[in-house]
């Protein structure tokens, strides 16, 4: 369709174009109607030098692609442009003047949802306005580019000049406005959101635009960032926004509007600088710090820049957040008021309960203001790279930070100096403090005068670990009532447990170094290893009462701390009783401590094996001479841990137990004597001792557990390539030996890999195995491949109290070997292995149960025969057995010898041995007779060959001669083919006659293959 040069007046529609593509329209004038120009699903429609007034519509395209306007004008008219859906929407050079309603919108939609007409559209679009229907297939869209364009309105209450919506999940409408006037009107330009879930996405830009005449420039309640920058919004402080640019006078902007830089001049000639906080997540930048951290979303980063920025008001941290300068000294903030001195007033920052924040890269500086509390921290997350100065407040006080949260509620704080503190530079303060991080600070006291300083004032409950830091300087006294100053405070008097671990720090030139407790009734556990602690007058380190673990520390002379009673030559830093300083370092290089070769445990001195261990050499002995409770601790140097003669020790553990009481650590050698273990009174499901890579003896010691299942405990657990020799040791009660259900994992042993080398493991001799679900436990599972190498010899199981397994292998990768064991009871099965496999070698022992080759007492592929028939192990049944038994091999092996031997017999003649060897894995087959028959007279020796069967008969000639005892029958050499994985028996002895001189048979008791 083209028209030209054409004029209509008192019509509803002056042109009505429906689905008419590559329409044009010039030098067109519609007048006095409903609707001057309607285009429904017409793409390439262009309007030239066009003229609309006193219409309700002026230009509606819907449904299409590319609509073009230019030079066009449009007066007196409700809404003067109308875009629902139209993708590529062009308007130049054109002008609406007195309005009235809204100048420009566009509609994006879902047109398959066919919504009737009487659906109101979004206010303020004024009264008895609506949607069109809807009939559609789905998602439209809609573009605008607005250029050179004006919009001139009448300063109507809720009018809007330039409006871009969404309606419905999915849309977009975008829009980019440049070079445009907008004036007199309620809001020159609107992103309106009309989803239900504020899900459409609007994208409008809108540059080199004077707002100053309007009341709002910019308005939205879309989520996603709108664009104006590089415009002039009525005065050279920029548009105002509460969060953005509170001190702006020019009209006003709404959320989520990017203004910077902004025009400071009319001329649009001079750009303002840009703000110093950034959120980098919306990319907005904002005037104060407070209007970046009130507009955040939770996990958003503020960025400061360089300079020094004044705060407002309390900062209050209510979102997680992270905030971030350009480092120490280079973004500073400072107060503009004093803080409180009571409550969350005292807060110059106020993190809220259950808020996390981490801030970073900054320095926070309260010169010139009483500042009570730097940071109130009710919350947590971090502080690294801060430096806290002049947090100064009357009365002794003044905190750099206050952390106090609940729940978890750990501040890790790293890398920060403090100067000029009022009193304190963390406090860390309550049970909800539970292990945080206080690691590589500095910091700095005001020297002497009528003040106090304290780097840490750990207290309440609180966790702290304390690792490379320096303090000093700390030397004020309260003329108030005499209080001194310290280094490290740590106490229980407003709660319990109180824990400090104090490590690689430089602790100089303090009145007192670290001090301990308020009374005599304070509890606080305070740790110190491996620091410099030097130069403080009054005392290095001073408890009220508690025992101070304070070893491995260099206190500023060779010959220690100085101590009247035990240390009177220590020349070094005071110590107050109750501090336990001995082995000390005789360098500040912290080389060469004077270690001890022994130790005895429990002292006050060494309550448990952690302070025992700080204290003795490598390869130095802990006695142990008494009961006590002992925490979880890693072995990480070789020692002996022994009770002392004529003491039957018993060790339990502290507190509930879900890991290993005691870990052996890599590449140490251990060996533990005459100790009880006993687990029955703390909850536990973890190991009593475990051993990773160790080399470790345990001997003479016992092991009682729960006698209940569903725990997990266990005595000995090894893995990692350890390698243990155990040895005359009591099991007892580690899951039970009742138990004939469900499948459990207690063991009074487990042997496993680990992920690691396989152990090595020697259970031997004289252990006992009572009442247990699994006695030992080789393996986790079938499908996990173990290749632990475990010997078990001379042990008795269930002697007392029947074990549910005596042994259990999970997989036939392991080696196994077992002899000379006595077997009582069992509850499930004496020893359960694997099928399938190379058979384990458990010949030699004794079974109360009458276990044989076949029997039930246990599952899976063993060899357990010759069996003892009595549990003195003297006598031996009549049994055929392959020799070396479980002899897992490789492809390719040549000249492998196997003996078939027969144990305990008494006057035989002869035997018949009927036996399989696969062709498939062995070729060079041959059998020599053994010397058991051949010594004792002539002998008829054949073997007959039906492959892969063969049968092996030797008689000795007459009926006087026959042999008696035990010995070889006959051998077998054979090569394997060149396969992989050769599993399962070697040799299958399926049938055994033996005869005596007259060719009567002689019973035997069983055979076992090879």
Same mark, same amino acid.
């Given at each position: ?34 609707? =001057? ?32 306007? *230019? ?5 007196? $008219? ?19 003047? *007195?309005?009235? %309603? ?37 998602? #439209?869209?809609?573009?605008?580019? &607005? ?23 999915? @849309? ?46 910019? !308005? ?17 402080? =920029? ?83 992270? &905030?971030? =300068? ?54 947590? %997350? ?16 003044? $905190? ?41 600070? #500095? ?8 003040? /106090?300083?304290?780097? /840490? ?29 310290? !280094? ?63 070893? +491995? ?38 080389? !060469?401590? +004077? ?67 005691? $870990? ?126 475990? /010997? ?9 109290? @029947? ?52 029997? =039930? #007492? ?29 002899? /897992? ?7 492998? #010898? ?70 070889? +029958?006959?051998?077998?050499? +054979? ?28 019973? @035997? ?6």
């Amino acid at each position: 369709m083209t028209a030209d040069n054409i004029s209509i007046q008192n019509s509803d529609y002056c042109v009505y174009n429906y689905y008419a593509s590559n329409s044009q329209f010039t030098n067109f004038t519609s007048t006095n109607g409903y609707m =001057g120009f309607y285009s429904r699903g017409c793409d390439d429609v262009s309007y030239e030098n066009c003229n609309v007034s006193q219409m309700s519509r002026g230009f509606y395209n819907r449904a299409g692609d590319n609509a073009s306007h *230019s030079n066009c004008s449009v007066t007196q $008219t409700e809404v003067s442009f109308k875009n629902y859906g139209q993708a590529n929407v062009l308007v130049d050079q054109c002008a609406v003047t *007195s309005p009235t %309603g809204d100048a420009f919108y566009g509609y994006a939609y879902d047109d398959s949802k066919n919504e009737p007409e009487d659906i109101n559209e979004a206010q303020p679009f004024g009264e008895g306005s609506s949607k069109e229907n809807k009939e559609g297939t789905g998602i #439209t869209n809609v573009e605008a580019i &607005i250029t050179n364009s004006s919009f001139i309105g009448v300063n109507t209450a809720d009018s809007w000049g330039l409006s871009m919506i969404t309606y419905d999940v999915g @849309c977009t409408a975008t829009a980019l406005i440049e070079d445009c006037v907008f004036e007199n009107w309620d809001y020159a330009l609107y992103a309106y959101d009309g989803t239900d879930d504020n899900s459409g996405i609007i994208d409008m830009s809108a540059h080199g635009i004077d707002f100053s005449t309007n009341t709002t420039g910019f !308005g939205s309640n879309e989520l996603t960032m709108q664009h104006a920058e590089n415009n002039y919004w009525g005065d050279a402080s =920029g548009p105002h926004n509460a969060n953005v640019n509170p001190n702006g006078l020019g009209v006003e902007v709404m959320d989520n509007v990017s203004i910077f830089p902004y025009y400071t001049d009319a001329a649009m000639t001079t750009l303002s600088e840009m703000p110093p906080f950034r959120n980098n997540n919306k990319q907005l930048y904002y005037n104060s710090l407070i209007g970046a951290v009130n507009d955040a979303d939770p996990g958003d980063e503020i960025e400061i820049n360089e300079g020094e920025f004044a705060t407002s008001n309390q900062i209050v941290i209510d979102k997680n957040i992270k &905030i971030k =300068g350009n480092g120490k000294g280079t973004t500073t903030l400072t107060p503009s008021q004093n803080t409180g001195s009571s409550g969350d007033a005292r807060g110059w920052w106020l993190v809220n309960d259950g808020i996390s924040l981490d801030l970073s890269d900054l320095t926070l500086d309260g010169e010139g203001f009483d500042v009570y509390q730097g940071i109130r921290h009710k919350g947590s %997350g971090s502080i690294d790279n801060v430096e806290f100065k002049y947090i100064i407040h009357p009365g002794y006080a003044g $905190t750099a930070v206050a952390a106090f949260g609940t729940n978890d509620a750990n501040v890790d704080i790293s890398n920060c100096d403090f100067l000029q503190i009022g009193r304190v530079g963390v406090l860390y303060f309550g049970t909800g403090i539970t292990s945080s991080d206080f690691t590589n600070n #500095t910091y700095t006291g005001k020297g002497d005068g009528d003040w /106090l300083d304290y780097m /840490l004032d750990i207290s309440a409950g609180a966790i702290v670990n304390v690792d490379n830091c320096d303090v000093s300087e700390n030397t004020g006294i309260a003329s108030s009532d005499g209080s001194t100053s310290a !280094g490290i405070m740590a106490t229980s008097y407003y709660g319990d447990g109180t824990v400090a671990n104090i490590t690689n720090c430089n602790i100089h030139d303090n009145s007192y170094g670290i001090a301990v407790g308020y009374d005599e009734t304070d509890n606080s556990q305070v740790e110190a290893h491996y620091n410099i602690i030097q130069d403080n007058p009054e005392y290095g380190v001073y408890s009220t009462s508690p025992t101070v673990q304070a070893q +491995l520390n260099y206190w500023g002379a060779a010959s220690g701390p100085h101590h009247a009673t035990t240390n009177p030559s220590g020349t070094g830093d005071e110590v107050s009783d109750y501090v336990v300083f001995e082995p000390f370092y005789d360098n500040e290089n912290l080389t !060469g401590s +004077l270690l001890l070769s022994t130790v005895s445990v429990p002292t006050d001195a060494y309550p448990n094996l952690n302070a025992a261990l700080n204290a003795v050499v490598d390869e130095g002995t802990i006695l142990i001479t008494g009961n006590f409770d002992q925490p979880a601790v890693t072995i990480d140097k070789s020692v002996t841990i022994t009770a002392v003669a004529g003491v039957d020790p018993v060790i339990t553990p502290l507190c509930s137990t879900t890991g290993a009481l005691i $870990t052996l650590d890599y590449d140490t050698e251990v060996e533990i004597a005459d100790l009880t273990f006993d687990f029955s009174g703390t909850n536990a499901n973890g190991a009593v001792i475990a051993m990773q890579g160790t080399e470790a003896t345990i001997s003479g010691c016992s092991f009682t557990g729960h006698a209940t299942t569903g725990s997990g405990e266990r005595a000995l657990v090894i893995t990692n390539g350890a390698e243990v020799a155990v040895q005359t040791c009591t099991f007892t009660g580690f899951g039970s030996g009742t138990e004939t259900g469900t499948e459990e994992t207690e063991a009074a042993v487990h042997i496993h890999n680990g992920g690691g080398n396989a152990p090595e493991v020697e259970i031997t001799p004289d252990n006992y195995f009572d009442n247990n679900y699994i006695g030992i436990h080789v393996g986790v599972d079938a499908a996990t491949t173990d290749n632990s190498e475990v /010997l078990i010899n001379g042990n008795v199981f269930g002697e007392t109290t @029947c074990n549910a397994y005596a042994i259990k292998a999970e997989n036939g990768n392991s080696e196994i070997t077992a002899h000379e064991n006595i077997f009582h009871c069992h509850t499930i099965y004496m020893v359960s292995a694997p099928s399938g496999n190379a058979p384990f070698d458990f010949s030699y022992n004794y079974w109360e149960d009458n276990c044989d080759s076949k029997g =039930g #007492t246990y599952e899976g592929d063993i060899n357990d025969v010759p069996q003892y028939t009595d549990e003195n192990l003297n006598n031996l049944d009549v049994s055929v057995f392959v020799a070396p038994a479980n002899s /897992l091999t490789t492809g390719g092996a040549t000249s492998l #010898t196997y003996n078939v031997n027969i144990s305990s017999v008494t006057c035989m003649g002869g035997f018949d041995v009927l036996l399989t060897i696969a062709d498939d894995d062995f070729t060079n087959i041959s059998f020599t007779q053994g010397v058991f028959l051949s010594s004792q007279g002539t002998t008829n020796w054949q073997v007959l060959n039906s492959a892969p069967d063969y049968t092996i008969s030797c008689s000795l000639d007459g009926t006087v001669n026959n042999a008696s005892g035990s010995g070889t +029958l006959f051998s077998i050499t +054979l090569d394997t083919k060149d396969v992989e994985n050769l599993t399962g028996a070697l040799i299958d002895i399926t049938a055994v006659t033996l005869r005596g001189p007259n060719n009567e048979t002689i019973d @035997c008791n069983g055979f076992a293959d090879g």
